[in-house]
């Protein structure tokens, strides 16, 4: 295996390690029982707002840290099957870049156990559905959002520097919003690792299936029309000066 891949490979794991162990301890903080947030924001709304753009936060500072510049940051195999459909990436690529994400969401979440009853009365940040039908029309249209905004920003030289940064806009509404029937996965990785830690697999191929096809009319979408000329050049959200020429070989 080339160096620079396994580079890569090792840069996605820990990048999607950190996602949910930051991003869920955040959820975890602000929502489960016993938490001094309970009482200071009763609004579950609000808290699941605050715990959106955290998460989203937390993922936006992964993607313009140094883990970022090496892989491009997906940390998420949407993203990755994303660039790979619209030819930014090699097949064995996409799945190397895969299989890290879904090992580091795996290892990242088993910290999470030392949150304890806290933790544990959110099964550590599981996403279950609530009504099979509504989530998973819920995770198609979140994950389309997610992965047309990425395609969007990064295909504009005036804006792609701007992608990470709407990460926490973006999961901020989205959770507020859809948070209480499906959970607000848009990432397989960040499901499986709490459903690995708590035991708890209910509902799990959706998370699988769902954002496969938001993702899939979100390429087709800019496959047609004017927006098949939007390209992005590299494989990557951020870092696009600065990039070590890996994301064009992968």
């Given at each position: 295996m080339d160096p620079k891949f396994l580079k890569a490979y090792c840069s996605e794991f820990v990048g999607t390690a950190l996602l949910v162990l930051v991003g869920l301890s955040f959820v975890i903080f602000v929502n489960g029982k016993g938490s001094p947030v309970l009482k200071l924001i009763p609004d579950a709304g609000l808290r699941r707002a605050i715990s959106g753009f955290l998460f989203g936060t937390t993922g936006c500072l992964i993607t313009?840290?140094?883990v970022g510049k090496i892989s491009g940051a997906h940390i998420n195999p949407m993203v990755s099957i994303a660039f790979w459909l619209r030819k930014n990436m090699q097949f064995k690529n996409m799945l190397g870049f895969v299989v890290a994400q879904m090992a580091g969401a795996a290892l990242g979440c088993v910290p999470l156990l030392f949150w304890g009853k806290q933790g544990l009365s959110m099964d550590y940040g599981i996403t279950i559905p609530n009504g099979v039908s509504a989530a998973f029309i819920g995770e198609i249209w979140t994950t389309?959002?997610?992965?047309?905004?990425?395609?969007?920003?990064?295909?504009?030289?005036?804006?792609?520097?701007?992608?990470?940064?709407?990460?926490?806009v973006i999961y901020c509404i989205m959770v507020y919003?859809?948070?209480?029937?499906?959970?607000?996965?848009?990432?397989?990785a960040r499901s499986f690792g709490?459903?690995?830690?708590?035991?708890?697999?209910?509902?799990?191929?959706l998370y699988w299936a769902a954002p496969l096809i938001g993702t899939m009319i979100a390429v087709l979408v800019f496959n047609v029309g004017w927006l098949k000329h939007l390209r992005s050049e590299v494989a990557k959200l951020y870092h696009f000066k600065k990039h070590q020429n890996i994301s064009k070989d992968l």
């Open positions: 313009i840290s140094p389309f959002v997610l992965i047309a905004v990425i395609l969007f920003f990064t295909s504009h030289d005036k804006l792609k520097n701007f992608t990470p940064f709407m990460m926490p919003v859809e948070a209480p029937v499906s959970g607000t996965s848009t990432n397989p709490p459903a690995v830690v708590s035991h708890v697999w209910s509902g799990y191929w």
